[in-house]
């Protein structure tokens, strides 16, 4: 089975802050790796993806994540934190075994303090 | 840019009556999903669906649910009785096409049973 964990429920960082968010993944295939942002009462945004092409990856609003198989890891950055980023962020695996399904991480919640 | 559509925002209904929860998916996407989001916590898949059946559900997407394609832009989750634990984010997404490719995500329908 295939699987997120993302680690950290809250991250607080200060404006202009690098912003870091953890996920690890547990895939018995090559994955196929999201983020996606919630702002508050939105809908589910996509940030980017990863599947199988250049191991950095590159986003919307800044943000770029990085594939890494040694670590079984796609952490989730941006150089310069802004209040604007103030969101919830999930780690989330295409369910390659059963369907295709999305399969989400608990979520982090990010807080950018001025 | 087209976007997955959702209504209405907020349902409210009493325990035991049946609701129904509508989405427009992206207008050339074949494969249909819904999710939900209990309040703090993860996002979990309800049902996936492709030309007219279920392609995979969930152990929560029990009897009580069921979706229907009534027409050629519309996607509903139909919920028959409604208990305590089903109020929840309700999310509808869509796909163009099978295998592990990002989902578009509607706004969502915060579904409140009292």
Redesign the interface.
């Known amino acids: 089975a295939q699987s997120v964990t993302q680690l950290g429920s809250h991250v607080s960082v200060s404006e202009g802050a690098l912003v870091l968010l953890r996920c690890n993944y547990s895939s018995s295939v090559p994955p196929?790796l999201?983020w996606?942002v919630q702002y508050p009462n939105?809908?589910?945004?996509?940030l980017l993806?990863y599947?199988s092409a250049a191991t950095l990856v590159k986003g919307i609003n800044g943000f770029e994540a990085e594939f890494k198989k040694s670590e079984t890891s796609f952490h989730l950055t941006k150089p310069s934190a802004h209040m604007s980023d103030a969101a919830e962020y999930?780690c989330a695996v295409?369910d390659?075994t059963?369907?295709?399904?999305?399969?989400?991480?608990?979520?982090t919640r990010l807080f950018v303090k001025a | 840019e087209p976007e997955v559509t959702q209504t209405p925002s907020h349902q409210v209904t009493q325990m035991g009556q049946e609701v129904i929860l509508r989405c427009v998916p992206i207008s050339n996407h074949l494969y249909f999903y819904w999710y939900r989001q209990i309040l703090g916590q993860k996002v979990e898949f309800l049902v996936s669906f492709y030309n007219n059946e279920i392609s995979e559900k969930s152990e929560i997407f029990d009897d009580q649910f069921s979706v229907e394609r009534p027409d050629g832009s519309n996607f509903t989750l139909k919920i028959r009785s409604t208990k305590l634990e089903d109020s929840a984010m309700y999310f509808c997404a869509s796909s163009e096409r099978s295998g592990p490719y990002e989902q578009y995500f509607g706004p969502g329908t915060r579904l409140t049973v009292t």
């Open positions: 196929y999201f996606y939105q809908g589910l945004q996509l993806k599947t999930f295409s390659q059963g369907g295709f399904k999305t399969i989400f991480g608990a979520g």
